[in-house]
C-alpha cells in the first residue's frame, strides 16, 4: 500500500471514528429525553412516588449530560487528529496516517478547546440538558 492509500484510508478510519462520536452524543440525547416522557407518561405513580422519581431523573439526566460532553470531547479530539494528519504530506515517509491515539500528538498538548470544561459548558450541550433540567423541575414543583 503506498502512502496516498495509506493517508485515505486512515483520514477515513478518522471520520468513522468521529462520527461515531456524533451519533453516540445523539443517542444519549435521545435517551435522556425518552426517560423523561416515560416518567411523565406515568403522572399518576409520580404524584406517589414523587421524591424517588425526581431524584432518579435528575440522576439520570446529569448522567447523560456529563456523558454527552465526554463524546463531544472525544469529537472535537479526533477531529483536530484528523486536521493534523490531513494536513500531512502523504509522501512523508515519517507519518503514520493509522496512528490515531490522540495522546501521541504533541500538538494537542495544551489545547484549551479540547478540554473537558469546554466540551461540559459548550452551546451544544447547554442548550439541550439545561431546558430539560428546568422542565423537569417544574414539572415536578407543580406535581
Not at 446529569?62 to 477531529?79: C, M, N, P, T, W
Not at 500538538?107 to 423537569?136: D, G, M
Request: glycine share 4%; aromatic share 16%.
Amino acid at each position: 500500500m503506498n502512502n496516498l492509500d495509506a493517508k485515505i484510508a486512515g483520514l477515513g478510519f478518522l471520520q468513522s471514528i468521529i462520527s461515531r462520536m456524533a451519533s453516540n452524543s445523539f443517542y444519549i440525547k435521545g435517551w435522556d429525553l425518552t426517560i423523561f416522557i416515560g416518567v411523565i407518561a406515568l403522572k399518576k405513580d409520580v404524584t406517589h412516588y414523587g421524591s424517588a422519581i425526581f431524584w432518579a431523573l435528575i440522576v439520570t439526566s446529569i448522567s447523560f449530560f456529563l456523558l454527552d460532553a465526554y463524546y463531544l470531547q472525544q469529537e472535537r479530539i479526533f477531529r483536530k487528529v484528523y486536521n493534523i494528519l490531513s494536513e500531512k504530506k502523504f509522501d512523508d515517509e515519517g507519518v503514520n496516517f493509522f496512528r490515531v491515539n490522540p495522546t501521541q500528538y504533541k500538538e494537542l498538548e495544551n489545547v484549551e478547546t479540547l478540554k473537558y470544561t469546554e466540551s461540559l459548558f459548550s452551546r451544544t450541550i447547554l442548550s439541550f440538558h439545561i431546558p430539560l433540567f428546568v422542565i423537569i423541575i417544574a414539572f415536578f414543583a407543580m406535581s
